[in-house]
């Protein structure tokens, strides 16, 4: 059964600024295929797209509406490199590992872009992202973090931000320092989601909507993924679900948590506001980080993962409104139109979690935030995977990702008990 939100998720502006969306049928009766393909996101569309363009015969289901998860409602935000920090992956998997995943991530950033303009698709991608320090403790290692990607990592688009420069390029004062990254940006994901899907589509992949999976089995080489209404039988299998996974697969369940995650949008802040004039993105040093940037029309686009503790999405709309105004007071009682939430997929070292989970059936997911750039690629690198390139997924699947602990009953108390920790340490 298919992971359910506990929360109404509300209704985001991404869906209100598009028009209509394209509607794919339900599945009603039998397939076969070379490859079926559980979850219409990122990472399933995006697979189904390349797989489809070499030949392959997919078939994808999705239990809701694709991008209805993370991939259609998250902050927007590319990043750079992996999750973690160059610098900490050198810690752990020494400098030519670390290049290697780094490298690997470079390449995602670049695919996604020569991807959607190859394709025609508009993903309203606007430059730039600034990582800042919510602490003055944390200034220095944001100045050496710039040095390492230069000197050890060959990435020259990071520079050292000061407190006044910070201020400036924010339009806030609330900030000690941080990096300002011009090698990145940041899109509309909802019309990445609706372009890669059209993508998939047209190269021939059967792409079903609100089709659920009632249990996935492999045997005999053979995969078979029932649904209400019939059944997918394949070679190989590829889950792609991310925090919406529930008990569909335990092992993948046993790594990846769903955390919540909330983003309000503000009416157009107009031409005269000093609100990031640079047009930039931004995430801070908190451990339950906090990103905002512009839409195209101006609005502020303003998120974070507290656990709130909220049924009412117009519940949201008030601790929205309250970090706003921290940051920026005269913004303290702006209107806001849609407030939403949903569930990104987090692993115990926010590090992707790729793993052959039973024979032929390969699980993705767990980007931990960092989903819209490396969740894309690894669809690609899937599709490599099936015409006999398993090279570039392995440096992936070979990362080092513990399951979450306390089990299926404990591990969600026990993350819940932790955010907040990490959530009162930030404000210390």
């Given at each position: 059964?298919?992971?359910?939100?506990?929360?109404?998720?509300?209704?985001s502006?991404?869906?209100?600024?598009?028009?209509?969306?394209?509607?794919?049928?339900?599945?009603?009766?039998?397939?076969?295929?070379?490859?079926?393909?559980?979850?219409?996101?990122?990472?399933?569309?995006?697979?189904?797209?390349?797989?489809?363009?070499?030949?392959?015969?997919?078939v994808?289901?999705?239990?809701?509406?694709?991008?209805?998860?993370?991939?259609?409602?998250?902050?927007?935000?590319?990043?750079?490199?992996?999750?973690?920090?160059?610098?900490?992956?050198?810690?752990?998997?020494?400098?030519?590992?670390?290049?290697?995943?780094?490298?690997?991530?470079?390449?995602?950033?670049?695919?996604?872009?020569?991807?959607?303009?190859?394709?025609?698709?508009?993903?309203?991608?606007?430059?730039?992202?600034?990582?800042?320090?919510?602490?003055?403790?944390?200034?220095?290692?944001?100045?050496?973090?710039?040095?390492?990607?230069?000197?050890?990592?060959?990435?020259?688009?990071?520079?050292?931000?000061?407190?006044?420069?910070?201020?400036?390029?924010?339009?806030?004062?609330?900030?000690?320092?941080?990096?300002?990254?011009?090698?990145?940006?940041?899109?509309?994901?909802l019309?990445?989601?609706?372009?890669?899907?059209?993508?998939?589509?047209?190269?021939?992949?059967?792409?079903?909507?609100?089709?659920?999976?009632?249990?996935?089995?492999?045997?005999?080489?053979?995969?078979?993924?029932?649904?209400?209404k019939?059944?997918?039988?394949?070679?190989?299998?590829?889950?792609?679900?991310?925090?919406?996974?529930?008990?569909?697969?335990?092992?993948?369940?046993?790594?990846?948590?769903?955390?919540?995650?909330?983003?309000?949008?503000?009416?157009?802040?107009?031409?005269?506001?000093?609100?990031?004039?640079?047009?930039?993105?931004?995430?801070?040093?908190?451990f339950?980080?906090?990103?905002?940037?512009?839409s195209?029309?101006?609005?502020?686009?303003?998120?974070?993962?507290?656990?709130?503790?909220?049924?009412?999405p117009?519940?949201?709309?008030?601790?929205?409104?309250?970090?706003?105004?921290?940051?920026?007071?005269?913004?303290?009682?702006?209107?806001?139109?849609?407030?939403?939430?949903?569930?990104?997929?987090?692993?115990?070292?926010?590090?992707?979690?790729?793993?052959?989970?039973?024979?032929?059936?390969?699980?993705?997911?767990?980007?931990?935030?960092?989903?819209?750039?490396?969740?894309?690629?690894?669809?690609?690198?899937?599709?490599?995977?099936?015409?006999?390139?398993?090279?570039?997924?392995?440096?992936?699947?070979?990362?080092?990702i513990p399951?979450?602990?306390?089990?299926?009953?404990?591990?969600?108390?026990?993350?819940f008990?932790?955010?907040?920790?990490?959530?009162?340490?930030?404000?210390?």
């Open positions: 059964m298919a992971y359910q939100s506990p929360i109404s998720p509300g209704h502006w991404y869906e209100d600024s598009i028009g209509e969306r394209p509607v794919y049928a339900a599945l009603d009766g039998d397939k076969t295929a070379d490859v079926v393909i559980v979850g219409g996101g990122y990472t399933g569309l995006s697979a189904a797209a390349h797989l489809a363009r070499m030949g392959t015969d997919v994808l289901i999705d239990a809701h509406r694709f991008g209805d998860g993370a991939s259609g409602r998250n902050g927007g935000q590319l990043g750079t490199g992996q999750r973690a920090w160059a610098e900490e992956l050198e810690a752990d998997y020494g400098l030519a590992r670390a290049r290697a995943l780094f490298d690997l991530a470079e390449e995602a950033k670049t695919h996604l872009l020569e991807f959607v303009g190859s394709n025609g698709i508009d993903i309203d991608y606007i430059p730039g992202q600034l990582s800042v320090a919510h602490k003055r403790r944390y200034v220095d290692d944001y100045k050496a973090h710039a040095e390492i990607m230069a000197e050890r990592f060959n990435y020259s688009h990071v520079a050292f931000m000061d407190a006044a420069e910070t201020a400036e390029r924010l339009g806030s004062n609330r900030y000690f320092g941080g990096t300002r990254d011009t090698g990145t940006g940041h899109i509309h994901p019309k990445l989601v609706i372009g890669t899907a059209r993508v998939a589509a047209q190269a021939g992949a059967q792409l079903f909507e609100n089709t659920p999976s009632t249990g996935i089995i492999s045997a005999g080489g053979k995969v078979r993924v029932t649904t209400p019939g059944t997918v039988k394949a070679d190989k299998c590829l889950i792609a679900v991310n925090a919406y996974g529930g008990d569909l697969e335990p092992v993948s369940a046993a790594h990846i948590m769903p955390i919540g995650s909330f983003i309000g949008a503000t009416v157009p802040l107009g031409s005269e506001s000093t609100v990031l004039p640079g047009g930039e993105a931004v995430d801070d040093s908190r339950v980080v906090r990103y905002f940037r512009k195209k029309d101006g609005r502020l686009l303003f998120g974070g993962r507290e656990i709130y503790g909220v049924n009412d117009r519940d949201i709309h008030i601790h929205i409104r309250r970090q706003i105004g921290e940051l920026y007071p005269a913004l303290k009682d702006i209107e806001i139109t849609h407030g939403w939430g949903g569930y990104v997929g987090i692993t115990l070292p926010r590090k992707p979690f790729v793993r052959e989970v039973m024979p032929n059936v390969i699980s993705a997911g767990g980007y931990s935030g960092h989903g819209v750039m490396l969740s894309n690629f690894v669809g690609k690198l899937y599709a490599e995977t099936v015409s006999g390139n398993r090279d570039r997924l392995k440096l992936i699947e070979d990362l080092k399951a979450f602990p306390g089990g299926r009953r404990l591990r969600a108390p026990l993350l008990l932790a955010l907040n920790w990490y959530a009162l340490r930030d404000r210390i």
